[in-house]
Structures are given as C-alpha cells and as structure tokens.
C-alpha cells in the first residue's frame, strides 16, 4: 500500500480565495482524521470521519472550514474563503481498529500540505 | 474534558546520554497510548505504543512506561544518537477511539 495520499503538497494562494486539500486513506480504513499543525498551537484535530460519517467536527474552526468524504477512498477539505491565518501544515491520518488485548486505534499520517495564504 | 499534558516542551541532551519525556492524561477510561516522532518537514509516525495492560515496553533503544494509578507514561531514550532530533508527540486514546494529543517535546541531540 503506499500509504496515506495527500494533494497538494504545497499550496500558496491569495486571501479570499477557495482551496480544497484532497486525501486519500489508506485501503480498507474506516477512520480518517483531518489535522492542522502550527508552531502556535500544535497537532489540532479538525474533524474525523467513521465509515465516511462524519462524527466529530467541533475541530473545524469556523464556517469557513467544511469536510466531506463522498466515498470510502476520498476525503477533501475546503476553506472557503481563505484567510492568513489559515496558513498551516494540513495532515490527514487514517486508520482501522485493531484488537490486541482489547481495541486500539494506531494513526497512519499524510506527508501533509503546506498551505500558505498570502 | 480530556487532556494531555507533555514534559518539557524542550529537552538537550548530549549525545549518548538519555533522554526522558513525561505524559500525563486526564481520561481514566484511556488504554492506548502512542508515541510519535516528527522529523522536520515530515509526518508525525509511531515509534512505540503501549496498552494499558502492561506496564512497560522495550524496543531496541527506546521503551515506554506506564503508571496507570498516576496516570502518566513516559518515553524513555537510551545512548541519544543525532538522527533521534525530532518532536515527539504522546497520545493517549479516548471515546471512540480518538487519541488526544500532548503538546510535543522538541528534543535536540547535541554533539
């Protein structure tokens, strides 16, 4: 498997303008997480997703943020209109439950997007 | 709510020598317990997890502990080598197995 897709990489775009990140999870996930990371306030959960549902999203900072995921291999995350201080490392993690010696839940991350908003 | 507090958010060692980060969670309901290295410019990935079943768990040069009672694990380096530079995230699992995240320890390896 090659792991957790993420696109783009790296984005730069201008204020008010809309950007979508895109994830793919890994093959037969029924998790995945959307994550922002700055140097201000860390690993920040935005909103996770349980067999495409999405069931925890008090993460999303603003109406500005929404998250689908339309199928058991797609997942995007738009902001809409972008703001400066948006501007964060986007992660993206999946994973399946395991049961050894009782459930567990090992996250496997993106490489991430660099998103920049001038 | 539930909570994880991580120390310190900075750690130099020399190389060599060991290196301790400490993780205190608030859920008493938590049993899964990650740790996390994130290289610069990377991807936060597992290097060790332990379950709330056992106490302690060693891998090579790395281990982690954990003390239920108190509510706190720790990870725990041996003989520090350059390319263990990183942040290192604690977790710990919560409802719905969600994991709730420690701050990070940035740890930097003198030479």
């Known amino acids: 498997d090659a792991g957790v897709i993420q696109s783009p990489r790296h984005e730069v775009t201008e204020m008010g303008q809309e950007v979508t990140l895109r994830c793919k999870p890994i093959?037969?996930?029924?998790?995945l997480f959307w994550y922002r990371q700055t140097m201000m306030r860390g690993l920040e959960l935005l909103i996770y997703f349980n067999n495409n549902v999405p069931i925890d999203d008090s993460g999303m900072p603003e109406d500005r943020f929404s998250a689908k995921m339309p199928n058991a291999s797609f997942s995007t995350l738009k902001i809409q209109p972008s703001e400066p201080r948006d501007s964060a490392v986007y992660f993206c993690?999946?994973?399946?439950?395991?049961?050894?010696?009782?459930?567990?839940?090992?996250?496997?991350f993106g490489p991430g997007t660099r998103l920049t908003v001038l | 709510g539930e909570n994880v507090e991580q120390h310190p958010s900075t750690l130099s060692v020399q190389e060599g020598d060991s290196a301790v980060i400490k993780c205190t969670y608030s859920d008493s309901a938590s049993n899964y317990f990650p740790w996390y290295k994130q290289e610069l410019g990377k991807r936060p990935q597992l290097i060790i997890d332990i379950r709330s079943n056992v106490g302690e768990k060693k891998d090579q040069r790395i281990a982690v502990t954990l003390n239920k009672t108190a509510k706190h694990f720790s990870l725990h380096i041996t003989e520090t080598q350059p390319e263990d530079s990183a942040v290192y995230f604690c977790?710990?699992?919560?409802?719905?197995?969600?994991?709730?995240w420690g701050a990070g320890t940035k740890l930097i390896i003198k030479p």
């Open positions: 993690a999946s994973s399946s439950l395991r049961w050894t010696s009782g459930p567990y839940n090992e996250q496997f």
């Open positions: 977790a710990a699992s919560i409802r719905d197995y969600q994991l709730i």
């Open positions: 093959s037969g996930h029924d998790y």
